[in-house]
């Protein structure tokens, strides 16, 4: 049913509930599961190189790779395959477009992953999500 499962993380606790949930499904479904996280920046709010503001493609590696890793601490992935991956941009957007690129059949994600200002700023990267995805979302609380 659910060949391939998205899981966007930042690493925060309701990532890591998604991720968990995600996992019990992947084991019922024998699905795979892609978790992607997306290092927000500053082009994504609008700024540009001319704005004198940007962030060194090194960086943006080496910050998303420590995300990524620090998703599945403390979490037991038994014999699920877990292809991990990066992308840099806005979160809601990147999200989409791996939905768009791939074959996702289902897209497990947490509630809230942001502090309340940046929450606040950015909109809600779930509710973007799960108004404009092309497959099911869930959103784990």
Do not use: W
Request: aromatic letters at 4%; one cysteine or more; charged letters at 20%.
């Amino acid at each position: 049913m659910f060949k391939t499962i998205l899981v966007p993380t930042d690493a925060s606790e309701p990532a890591q509930r998604a991720l968990r949930m995600a996992l019990e499904l992947a084991k019922e479904f024998d699905s795979r599961i892609v978790l992607l996280h997306v290092v927000f920046t500053p082009e994504a709010m609008g700024y540009t190189l001319s704005s004198g503001i940007s962030v060194p493609q090194d960086e943006i590696s080496i910050y998303g790779k420590e995300a990524l890793t620090a998703a599945t601490l403390g979490i037991d992935t038994g014999n699920v395959s877990i292809e991990k991956k990066q992308k840099a941009g806005h979160p809601g957007l990147a999200i989409l477009e791996e939905i768009g690129n791939g074959k996702i059949d289902l897209v497990v994600m947490g509630n809230r992953g942001y502090g309340s200002i940046t929450g606040a700023m950015l909109g809600s990267v779930s509710q973007r999500v799960l108004s404009r995805a092309e497959c099911p979302v869930m959103i784990v609380k």
